[in-house]
């Protein structure tokens, strides 16, 4: 990285039209479609998620970003604004920031990749990538198509490093115009200290979180059950919405706890590339040894274990679904972002209780409310402090609907139309062409 001046990056594509990077897109996405299952196979070498949901959700749904994205290069408009229709005319332009240093996190590595990507060549911006020194592969045969597509040189370049040498010398460079940085909190704050310290590029930031789920008396048990489940098994826990709190009103609590964990029993954690997997093992010994961590701290501060707390014997760095109850506030385990299938469940009497209990964090990523009661659910998820609030669903992500933290899980926007700005510049042209100035003043 040291040498990163001396790489032709474009500064952006203004000379491209919007056409030919719709249609660069649009054939990118193509390949990536036609290598879908190879993709899914380094995928699952690559993270440990098994082979089906690599292929069947992240590369169906990076498809589909890049395509979206494809639809809006040709779209990317500005304003006329009237000044005095006489003598003057005013309009505005969204140019590409210029050059954009990404860096992506190995828990979705092929679907970070197309949500960072797809927005920025649709601005006309030029990429300088660093995947996870954890997760490198995909990256990789992902830029052989980008070269395959036709992209011109240069335009997205691919920089695998450690976060610490890569990551930090695309934040405090001079050449870079924007940073965007999925991954933890902690890392987000260095990132933002080199933008402001070195040309004050523009940042944007998709960070850590601690989510909860509350669930209603007049949720359906069944239907809020799966759904809890999803959110915290889910690509085995390593997701930055994980539901990880879930808060109970007490008069369902004991039916809904029972269901609960039936549900989580049924999902086979296993090797990758068996289709029964619905999840597989944790990304890497640091990993497994951190969020083993957590389940011991949680036993000894006085959390009752009902489900998992158990190593499994032989190979593999696999966590089987953990849930524990009779949690308080303060505990490790519900403070802390976990990143793995261990879940915090509680109780709740009253709708305000279940609203400080859900707020009480330093994150604000995601939430989500099951209830059937359809003016409890507008009150509550409008107090809800998260950038997401789900209703009756959980983890689900469309790529025309904007994803992004509140409070200490981020800033900035990814996803449909907002992503557009975090990679453009507004730039206001004013026009006179008919009052003359009289001088002197």
């Known amino acids: 990285m040291s040498k990163f001046t001396q790489v032709n990056v474009p500064a952006t594509g203004k000379n491209v039209s919007g056409f030919e990077r719709s249609r660069l897109l649009n054939k990118l996405a193509d390949l990536i479609e036609r290598d879908a299952q190879e993709l899914a196979e380094l995928e699952a070498l690559n993270n440990g998620k098994p082979v089906k949901i690599a292929r069947d959700f992240d590369i169906g749904d990076s498809v589909g970003c890049l395509r979206y994205y494809a639809g809006w290069a040709d779209k990317i408009v500005g304003q006329s604004i009237d000044i005095d229709n006489k003598t003057k005319l005013a309009f505005t332009k969204h140019e590409p920031i210029g050059v954009c240093g990404q860096i992506i996190p190995w828990n979705y590595p092929i679907m970070m990749w197309a949500w960072k990507v ?35 040189p240069g335009v997205v370049n691919t ?121 597989g093992p944790v990304v890497s010994k640091v990993q497994y040894d951190k969020i083993w961590s957590y389940i011991d701290a949680g036993k000894q501060e006085g959390a009752k274990c009902v489900l998992g707390g158990e190593k499994r014997p032989g190979k593999g760095y696999f966590v089987d679904p953990t849930i524990f109850t009779e949690i308080k506030p303060g505990m490790k385990i519900v403070k802390d972002e976990i990143f793995g299938p261990v879940l915090s469940v509680g109780r709740f009497k009253t709708e ?90």
């Open 352 to 441: 305000e209780e279940a609203i400080n209990l859900a707020n009480d964090t330093t994150y604000g990523l995601g939430a989500g409310l099951h209830s059937n009661d359809a003016g409890q659910c507008m009150r509550v998820s409008q107090a809800l402090e998260a950038g997401t609030v789900w209703v009756n669903q959980y983890n689900l992500l469309y790529n025309n609907v904007p994803f992004g933290g509140k409070k200490q899980s981020g800033i900035g926007r990814e996803l449909g139309s907002y992503a557009l700005d975090e990679y453009t510049s507004v730039k206001a042209i004013q026009w006179n062409y008919g009052e003359k100035l009289d001088w002197p003043l």
């Open 159 to 279: 920089v695998p490093a450690l976060g610490s040498v890569g990551g930090a010398a695309l934040a405090a460079h001079p050449g870079v115009d924007k940073i965007a940085f999925t991954g933890s909190t902690v890392t987000g704050r260095k990132i933002m200290e080199a933008a402001a310290k070195s040309n004050l590029k523009k940042v944007s930031l998709e960070l850590g979180g601690k989510s909860p789920q509350l669930i209603f008396e007049s949720a359906d048990i069944d239907q809020a059950a799966n759904w809890a489940a999803l959110g915290i098994l889910y690509n085995t826990g390593q997701d930055c919405t994980a539901g990880s709190r879930v808060y109970v009103q007490d008069s369902i609590y004991d039916k809904f706890l029972q269901t609960l964990i039936e549900k989580a029993k049924a999902l086979n954690i296993g090797n990758g590339f068996d289709e029964k997997s619905g999840g």
């Open 118 to 152: 797809a927005p920025a060549l649709a601005c006309g911006c030029t990429i300088v990538m660093k995947p996870s020194e954890f997760t490198p592969l995909t990256a990789l045969k992902l830029s052989e198509l980008v070269v395959e597509a036709g992209f011109p």
